[in-house]
């Protein structure tokens, strides 16, 4: 690949000194290098110049999530460049990133697609939002609720009913988010799969349920008081989308779209997993 | 005892019949009995006649935990009466209250004292506000705060600073509904401890401690992020306090006030934990 | 299908009377219905009459475990019939049994492969045993130890070192089992993922990981004590295998085989999940 | 106090240079110091020399644990002493022991009772052994049983009966060992409750309970498979105690006897937990 894109986050990369050396660093190796700096994290999609290659983001955790979402559908490959420690999703550190270019310009490299979910949300049995996530969809009470009644059901089925402060639907990349602090199961990026963890439940029984890739997820908002009117709120990937009241459903499944990431180093979500967590 | 004060709920005992008849059977008995009808959760504290010896306390634990709040100081004993189910709160079903009320005209009942807690919100270190609970104190994000970061300290040192949805410090009377939740132990309700369970850490050690009843817990708000104010709020048995920001401090303790809760019946909190829970 | 092979467990059918009951009832639908009635958990294969298209498995969820290694490399699909009440692995109850005889004899039925887990067992670097399994693998301490060191690779890389009581890797069959008990998620049984959950670790850090398909598990006991030399066991579906030391190493990935489970019945993992555990 | 008595593990102060340093450096205090080199963990009782004010206890955690066990009764306070890093019962390091014996002549420290628990087990309704414990005692399955049937109960109630790998009633002191592994509570260790853990219970709803020093907890193994008969083992301290089998019964109270330890450092429990744990 010779045709790259980089997104660039001001707030990180402070006048876009680093973003200017990459560039200027590319430019010698005799490669096109783009660069995207209106970076906005609620921006919902970019124009990318065409012949792009290889988009670089650089930035934390936080900046490649959003630029994988204004991606969506491009199908180009992400490379994310971390300005400091070691990222879930950063898969090269600004000091080992002149090597990694080498390689990619040898077309040495791989790329992990990462499963997206979609969303879509129903009023009154109308749609009322779509959306998409790499790392996950929270379904949380809000303003003065202090807790929600969310009815779950899985490919038409309810599997149950419980108070709660929430609900995650998370992919296998997410899975060390805020699911793991749900006390759900760390998941291996390249799967499939995608979890349920439900979030403080006043149940005892409920626990993390790891889907297939066919699996849909459905989550009602119920009324549980009858003084108070319960209001929830869905998040992706962090960013609050509608507010939810009782009779509201959200409907949760695998995205047809992915997230390509370029994997140039070795290093393994084992190495990555017990460097950051464990 | 021959001289009671119920305090009825009218949202729960409709035209408050059930309320009318317990006085009824009371004064039948000969014993005095008024009754206070202008319950309102959101009321502090309330007149409570002179002579009384006993407080009755229709409804279910929300209305019982309302109502300890606004008996503080008064060291009347206080009693229970579910008009559901079994309740963690209520001693007493109404099938049984005939059956309760003599054994309490003949003096036949023990007091069970149960811990409660006090709260001190500092801010720009001057106290803004006292709380005080019987079952837990909760400091939760708040608003589009997605995380809040939180330094715990225990009589002066710091034991964690973690990111989280927030905090629980309950006592053994609240250790069964939220911290139970957020996977904090059951305590028996009888015991001077009391608990910190944090909600939702992205710490992986993060775990629940019991504390000795003289023991100091300190919560301070963090900054973590630089783009954005955190808030959380304060909220003591369900009800809302004041709003937190990065650097104030709140201080928990165990009160000089408890709540006298009176035992007419054998049902120990084992048959209760049992029934409710298990 | 129409020729059918009964396996049966004296222990749970006395004198057979259910399982001739079934061959009679199959025998009048004109199908043919042998029977192995030599049942016994700790037979690792039997001799299947040719023909054979259907096995039916009479019992509770141990006796089909138990069935499905005896069953390996067959494939043969196997209905399990439940004696009692819905299990995880039986598919039908014997009130429902003659309507899905009816579904399979018209050929109305689906197979649904479940996974299975090979696990080799090395010592002074020779393979010593392997071993097969529906459920799970558990290395356990065992005798005197109280505590297994651990040390967990994925994939070449180690992933953590702990002190614990052991280590469960189970496939999506057995995560109802005890991997539920020691913490681990539930997993969609039609999944081809498997999962690592320590039992007991002394880290605090310690979680349950869902790994891919193509991944690969090691485990190798260390000595952590100078005085006391470690024992672990491991067991397999419940049985139990080699004795393990300091030094042994037990490689553990998806195994080639498959148990081909009949689906006759509408009943789906969500139904089961719900009444059993929820 | 000026009359010391060292308790020496050879295996872990390879031929006492260090217990001969420390005597030496007693002497020269002009304080006596009595050293018993015939440390052994299974010995349950040694002879004190009349006029000994304080015991010196030098090791590791295991090492202290033990002597603790010989030392009831004597109600003589005990420092440990830690040749390694800071430990959960070591008050202080080789490094800081001379500044620490310098307090402890000018009788600057204080006592610190940690509660102890007594286990009774009873064998067709006889008393067949008494033991004690400092950290905990744990009923676990044994040999071949998969899984053992422990029904337990609280003050005469029965709260649970479930399948599981067995349960740990531990102190506060014991809180931060196999209680911790298992999923239950931290707690300061000057408090006089005790905990009852379930380790991998089947159930989803057993839960940690943490108790009142007044209540009295009965283990008893029940009988679950019709074919095997199940086997349990009872450790305290990490000790092998007696085997235990269906109907026998295990009754477990705080014990009448504590165990004193000389706090003469200002470090407290939440600076340790913090150091060794968080």
């Known amino acids: ?24 660093h590319i430019s010698r190796l005799g490669a096109v290098c783009n660069i995207y700096d209106q970076y906005d994290r609620d921006v919902s999609s970019i124009d990318i110049p065409e012949g792009t290659q290889c988009i670089l983001v650089i930035g934390g955790d936080g900046t490649i999530l959003a630029a994988a979402r204004m991606l969506v559908g491009s199908n180009i490959p992400l490379l994310g460049i971390n300005l400091g420690t070691l990222g879930f999703l950063a898969d090269v550190n600004l000091a080992d990133l002149s090597k990694t270019l080498d390689l990619l310009l040898q077309d040495q490299y791989q790329v992990e697609n990462r499963i997206m979910l979609t969303a879509e949300v129903y009023k009154q049995g109308e749609k009322a939002a779509t959306y998409i996530a790499l790392n996950d969809f929270n379904i949380n009470r809000f303003g003065a609720s202090r807790v929600i009644g969310l009815k779950v059901g899985i490919n038409g089925s309810v599997i149950d009913r419980y108070r709660a402060d929430g609900v995650i639907v998370c992919t296998p990349t997410g899975s060390t988010g805020y699911n793991l602090s749900a006390g759900g199961p760390i998941i291996n990026p390249t799967c499939k799969n995608f979890v349920i963890t439900p979030i403080c439940p006043h149940s005892l029984t409920a626990r993390s349920i790891v889907l297939a890739k066919e699996d849909i997820v459905t989550v009602e908002v119920e009324q549980i008081r009858s003084n108070i009117k319960e209001e929830a709120i869905i998040s992706f990937d962090g960013r609050e989308g509608l507010s939810l009241f009782p009779g509201d459903q959200v409907k949760i499944y695998k995205s047809q779209e992915v ?15 017990k460097e950051k967590l464990l």
Do not use: G, W, Y
């Open 1 to 24: 690949m010779n045709n790259f894109f980089i997104i660039a986050n001001k707030q990180k990369d402070i006048n876009l000194e680093i973003t200017e050396q990459i560039r200027h």
């Open 259 to 273: 997230t390509p990431f370029i994997k140039a180093t070795e290093v393994s979500f084992v190495q990555i997993l």
